[in-house]
């Protein structure tokens, strides 16, 4: 049999370049299964497709995406680590939505104020008092907003402060939650280097910065990489005083 | 197989010694260190291709975001068997480019240098293996300029403009079967011209 013997042997070249459109791109590559001719094709040019991937002038990647992954991938690798061996991989399916970054409109501090109005925040419960003779006095302060599945406390010890979460869902795809500082002062909530996912809806996030005037801690999910300014209303606030 | 410990903590140094299928082995139990070499080694390959298909920097640097917490997300699913991590890594930035060239409404397809920056490589002193990809890349570039025209320029339509073969058959004004038939005569010319390539393994 000759490499010519399938009718659609040309639409090998248009699959490996991608030029089927969807819906005939995945037919074709049906056909291929069953297709010895065309499987064979694909195989030989597929050699050229993958040598024109690398075929382009070579640029400098921006320092900027490398610190916008990489802040997502040690967030998540933490959590992935933090959960042991038997934790499941995060396996996500090639997302089809394409999102945009550093689109981000200002989030006013009228809005969080009203939104947290709304949401009938007047300040936390504290669980738990002082721990004892060591260390300065921890408390727990249960967040007086979050998620109606989820349970959220701040730990909040001296000057240090860590947010735990369970029954939290992971954020939307393509987004990541942020920890913001509301502070008393009237600006907007200020932004944090913490940005975390969640693992089996638990996270446990170390609030960075000093809670010195710090009324609230909140946090929103934003794109992946952060934002300087909220992007959206808050999910969790923890009221600090 | 591999200078990889197991459950043990590597240095940068160790870590940039490993193959890259060993590295893919660390990312999948999530070690972000040994993501963070792939990302180095292939950063710049998956940059330049996401710009030379998007046209623009912040088309390209959100493809090329995307395609690494893809791979991150997905390391699991890389299997060496059927191509090196730098061939899948790329793989994922064409697939993404061409989604969201086809998502543009405007589908303005233009091309690169439109913003000035013109080819320029990293200031870094370059690894011998860097320098042979070089050499590579640009050998499979001249085996796509010694094709016909009419050839090369379905290719360049399709492989790094995210058109389909009726967008192009509409677009030159030539039949879509002679358009398939163009693309496929000048995919097996460089097919016979790279037929000594090898793949530079990093």
């Known amino acids: 049999m000759s490499f010519d013997d399938c009718p659609l042997i040309d639409d090998a070249a248009s699959y490996v370049l991608r ?3 969807d819906g005939e791109w995945e037919h074709y590559e049906e056909h291929a299964t069953e297709c010895h001719v065309c499987t064979a094709k694909i195989e030989e040019l597929s050699f050229v497709s993958d040598a024109l991937l690398s075929a382009v002038p070579q640029l400098s990647t921006p320092p900027e995406v490398r610190s916008r992954v990489m802040s997502v991938v040690r967030a998540e690798s933490e959590l992935l680590l933090a959960a042991g061996p038997m934790a499941d991989r995060p396996i996500r399916p090639e997302p089809s939505r394409r999102f945009s970054l550093l689109r981000l409109r ?7 104020a009203a939104s947290l109005l709304v949401l009938g925040i007047g300040g936390g419960a ?3 008092g002082g721990t004892g003779s060591d260390g300065p006095a921890a408390r727990s302060i249960a967040c007086a907003s979050a998620p109606a599945a989820a349970s959220c406390q ?15 869902e992971a954020p939307p795809e393509g987004r990541i939650y942020q920890v913001w500082l509301d502070r008393d002062n009237g600006t907007a909530p200020g932004p944090t280097e913490a940005l975390f996912s969640v693992r089996k809806g638990r996270a446990s996030v170390d609030v960075p910065g000093d809670l010195k005037g710090v009324k609230q801690v909140l946090v929103t999910d934003e ?3 952060g934002s300087e300014v909220p992007t959206r209303q808050p999910v969790i606030a923890a009221s600090v005083s | 197989m591999s200078r990889m410990r197991k459950n043990a903590d590597h240095s940068p140094t160790e870590l940039r010694d490993l193959a890259d299928e060993d590295l893919m082995q660390l990312v999948r139990r999530g070690e972000a260190q040994a993501f963070e070499v792939v990302y180095e080694r292939h950063s710049s390959a998956a940059f330049s291709l996401a710009y030379r298909m998007c046209g623009t920097r912040p088309a390209a640097e959100d493809v090329v975001q995307e395609s690494f917490l893809s791979l991150w997300r997905s390391g699991a699913r890389y299997d060496r068997a059927r191509g090196s991590v730098r ?9 993404r480019a061409i989604d969201s060239l086809r998502r543009s409404v405007v589908h303005d397809r233009r091309r690169a240098s439109d913003e000035g920056i013109e080819e320029r490589f990293e200031a870094r002193e370059r690894t011998e293996v860097e320098v042979a990809r ?10 796509l300029l010694t094709l016909p025209a009419e050839q090369s320029r379905v290719i360049e339509l399709a492989y790094f403009g995210g058109f389909t073969q009726s967008e192009i058959a509409t677009m030159i004004d030539t039949p879509i079967g002679t358009v398939k038939g163009r693309m496929r005569l000048g995919l097996e010319k460089m097919r016979a011209q790279l037929g000594g390539l090898r793949e530079v393994m990093p």
């Open chain 2, 134 to 143: 070089l050499s590579e890349s640009e050998e499979i570039r001249q085996a």
């Open chain 2, 87 to 95: 061939t899948w890594v790329l793989g994922i930035v064409h697939n």
């Open chain 1, 223 to 225: 794109p992946v990489g």
């Open chain 1, 106 to 112: 200002p989030w006013p501090a009228t809005a969080v």
């Open chain 1, 126 to 128: 504290l669980l738990s």
């Open chain 1, 19 to 21: 030029a089927l459109p």
């Open chain 1, 154 to 168: 701040l730990r909040v010890a001296g000057g240090d402060a860590e947010l735990v979460v369970a029954g939290l």
